[in-house]
């Protein structure tokens, strides 16, 4: 089975609380960061993670992280990614965005291009030129900080304070 770099997000203050319910769980490999905790796991962790968590927000799966000084580069690096490992043919996929001390700026224009990047790459994997849309919604993320661009779907909906 396949394992992603998860992430799960936390309030300011709380990831050594986050990263102790990892351990509980049988989580080792951690790396504590500002506001999340970032370990490995299968699809089976995304539920699980989800289920047992009490103090995260979110458990998200971490695409990829990279440089990006040009939408150009932002879009090649983008598509570069597995998407199709992920996304099924009709997936919908919002794209949510956020630029903090960056190049790249404009929000809107780098959630765009990330879409178009996404569509690029399941347009080579299902050969179609038109996507429906109308299947399991995935929000993605694109997190632009300091030039680093950080991709992640979200596997918690509503979030998990909230459940």
Request: with cysteine; hydrophobic share 40%; aromatic share 10%.
């Amino acid at each position: 089975m396949k394992e992603w770099d998860l992430i799960a997000t936390a309030t300011f203050g709380l990831e050594a609380v986050v990263a102790r319910e990892l351990r509980n769980l049988g989580y080792d490999d951690l790396k504590v960061e500002n506001s999340r905790v970032i370990f490995k796991g299968t699809a089976a962790d995304v539920c699980r993670t989800n289920l047992w968590l009490r103090s995260a927000d979110r458990v998200l799966i971490r695409m990829g992280e990279f440089k990006a000084l040009s939408f150009e580069e932002l879009f090649e690096k983008t598509k570069a990614l597995p998407w199709d490992e992920l996304l099924p043919e009709d997936a919908e996929f919002p794209v949510k965005g956020k630029s903090v001390k960056s190049k790249l700026f404009s929000v809107s224009d780098c959630q765009a291009i990330v879409k178009k990047a996404i569509v690029e790459k399941l347009k080579e994997k299902y050969k179609k030129s038109w996507f429906e849309e109308n299947g399991p919604r995935y929000v993605l993320e694109v997190g632009i900080l300091k030039d680093v661009v950080t991709l992640t779907v979200d596997t918690s909906g509503a979030g998990l304070h909230k459940i």
